[in-house]
Antibody
Framework: QVQLQQSGPGLVKPSQTLSLTCTVS??????????WSWIRQPAGKGLEWIGRLDISGNPDYNPSLKSRVTISADMSKNQFSLSLTSVTAADTAVYYC??????????????WGQGNLVTVSS | QSALTQPASLSVSPGQSITISCTGT?????????VSWYQQHPGKAPRLMIYEGTKRPSGISIRFSGSRSGNTASLTISEVQSEDEADYYCCSYAGNIAFWVFGGGTKLTVL
């Protein structure tokens, strides 16, 4: 079955770059079946969509984060990654990777990673 | 502040029904039939419960149903059980600028 395994540091200093990786198993990213997405959740708050990438290589980003976010993919490793620059305490959150279906009738987030708590602190 | 508006908390007795509302705008729920609902237990990743406003994925109890009218979507849980106690989030597609927006979440307490 499809599984997503996240990895990355849990502590990032202010003004530095947050980097997380999501390893996909059970489906090849080359299949083109999904958008590869990142979503975050500050403690005690709601979910926020960060952005997505698909097999075409064209990313879509949340307008409020667009200037600081990069989502990339390593197809050979079946992985995709999130980079968020110039972080502040407001970026402290649990970060999830998720797969969004690309085809009609599958436009939802069906598969999720386990979540990474990333704390921004010196 | 979240783009979609949900009640922050609701409570219900076991066996009763409860409806969670999600209010958006004509730029999201009112235009796109792409509303999904997610259940989240503490410390866990969200779980898809409803998609395209009314459809239930395989494996989701028929006690969960969704509806959409105008700029508002709703999730109804019938015959509530203790295991339904969780946070619930609505989500809607919002076009090629905002893409996906979420509600702030509703904490459902089963009394």
């Amino acid at each position: 079955q499809v599984q997503l395994q996240q990895s990355g540091p849990g502590l990032v200093k202010p003004s530095q770059t947050l980097s997380l990786t999501c390893t996909v198993s059970g489906v090849s990213m080359n299949s083109g079946s999904f958008y590869w997405s990142w979503i975050r959740q500050p403690a005690g708050k709601g979910l926020e969509w960060i952005g997505r990438l698909d097999i075409s290589g064209n990313p879509d980003y949340n307008p409020s984060l667009k200037s600081r976010v990069t989502i990339s993919a390593d197809m050979s490793k079946n992985q995709f990654s999130l980079s968020l620059t110039s972080v502040t305490a407001a970026d402290t959150a649990v970060y999830y990777c998720a797969l969004e279906g690309r085809t009609r009738g599958e436009r939802y987030f069906d598969y999720w990673g386990q979540g990474n708590l990333v704390t921004v602190s010196s | 502040q979240s783009a979609l508006t949900q009640p922050a908390s609701l409570s219900v007795s076991p066996g009763q029904s409860i409806t969670i509302s999600c209010t958006g705008t004509s730029s999201d729920i009112g235009t796109y039939n792409l509303v999904s609902w997610y259940q989240q237990h503490p410390g866990k990743a969200p779980r898809l419960m409803i998609y395209e406003g009314t459809k239930r994925p395989s494996g989701i109890s028929i006690r969960f149903s969704g509806s959409r009218s105008g700029n508002t979507a709703s999730l109804t849980i019938s015959e509530v059980q203790s295991e339904d106690e969780a946070d619930y989030y609505c989500c809607s597609y919002a076009g090629n600028i905002a893409f996906w927006v979420f509600g702030g979440g509703t904490k459902l307490t089963v009394l």
